[in-house]
Nanobody, 124 residues
Framework: QEQLIESGGGSAQAGGSLTLSCTAS????????MGWFRQAPGKEREFVAC????????YYAASVKGRFTVSRDNTKNTAYLQMSSLKPEDTAIYYC?????????????????WGQGTQVTVSS
């Protein structure tokens, strides 16, 4: 069973930046597609970004493209989500997830392992 530990959430002013980290406990991190999702109060969980195992394929949700950057360091078993130009509507619990599927996916149901979530709050 893979464990994903997130860190880096917190509060920021609109226009500010935060970086989230997601560290995996297992030895097969480099084989996973890593995804980031978020869930705002009263809303469905939504896709934010994902990155393939070697980082050669990256997708972003339209709402964050150009502001967020997803990356990974397979030597550290860690994925990152750099968030800049933050907006109040970015406020949500952010989750990292790992998929063992051979295809890169934006669909939450296809991810096998999930982190506990970290709160991001952006004030105007």
């Amino acid at each position: 069973q893979e464990q994903l530990i997130e860190s880096g959430g917190g509060s920021a002013q609109a226009g500010g930046s935060l970086t989230l980290s997601c560290t995996a406990s297992g030895r097969t991190f480099e084989s996973y597609t890593m995804g980031w999702f978020r869930q705002a109060p009263g809303k469905e969980r939504e896709f934010v970004a994902c990155i393939s195992w070697r980082g050669q394929t990256i997708y972003y949700a339209a709402s964050v493209k150009g502001r967020f950057t997803v990356s990974r360091d397979n030597t550290k078993n860690t994925a990152y989500l750099q968030m800049s130009s933050l907006k109040p509507e970015d406020t949500a619990i952010y989750y990292c997830a790992a998929s063992t599927k051979i295809f890169v996916t934006k669909i939450a149901a296809t991810y096998d392992y999930w982190g506990q979530g970290t709160q991001v709050t952006v004030s105007s």
